[in-house]
């Protein structure tokens, strides 16, 4: 025998759940306070990333300017093209220098010997920015011709009054003076310095070591 059963009789339907109206308000209060709370989080979290990044960005900007200012200050040094025929000339004027006093420490004539109170006077009144390249003596002293380069025009007075200490100078007039430029390096002026022109150039013969020496080291054809 078979049972039948109903399942649309009113004891067989599922029964709904009843939830109170203010219980449903208050969930839904929580969950849009929880809403509310997490909004201003983020938006508090976002301000302060927004304030962290104008402040890099400022101190960026602040780096630049003091990159700029510094550059602008401090230009990336420019190598000086002409310093290499300088130091050149500086050597070469060195060397001739040190070639002289070889010469006059060898144990040479008496004729020699005689011109050595001429370069030591020079050697002792000495002018910064101011040398000698070629020295000239005549007529055993009484006449003389000296050339040189200065990076200061305005300091050759300065070297006429230092000579002019010397009792060795004294009676000696210089008045042959001429200035240039050099072609090579500007910033160099070149002077010949001396007495009225001698009389007479002394020959190859009748010269002193001393003499033969300084032709040689100027090139110079007797």
Not at 21 to 34: F, K, M, P
Not at 91 to 119: C, H, M, V, W
Request: charged residues 20%.
């Amino acid at each position: 025998m078979r049972q039948e059963i109903n399942l649309y009789q009113e004891q067989f339907r599922p029964k709904p759940i009843a939830f109170p109206a203010r219980r449903i308000a208050v969930i839904a209060g929580l969950a849009l306070l929880t809403l509310i709370c997490i909004s201003l989080l983020q938006a508090f979290s976002l301000q302060q990333s927004r304030a962290e990044l104008l402040k890099a960005q400022a101190a960026v900007q602040g780096a630049e300017q003091k990159l700029i200012a510094y550059l602008t200050q401090y230009p990336k040094p420019q190598p000086d093209a002409q310093l290499p025929e300088r130091i050149a000339q500086l050597e070469k004027t060195i060397a001739y220098q040190n070639s002289l006093i070889s010469a006059l420490t060898l144990d040479i004539d008496s004729g020699a010997r005689g011109f050595s109170p001429f370069l030591s006077a020079m050697a002792r009144q000495t002018v910064p920015q101011v040398w000698l390249t070629q020295i000239y003596l005549y007529d055993g002293g009484r006449q003389m011709a000296l050339r040189g380069e200065t990076l200061d025009p305005g300091k050759m007075p300065l070297l006429l009054t230092a000579y002019s200490r010397e009792e060795i100078f004294r009676g000696l007039d210089f008045e042959a003076f001429s200035m240039e430029r050099s072609q090579h390096d500007p910033a160099i002026a070149q002077f010949t310095l001396g007495t009225p022109r001698p009389s007479r150039i002394l020959s190859l013969t009748n010269m002193t070591p001393l003499q033969r020496f300084q032709m040689r080291s100027q090139g110079e054809t007797p």
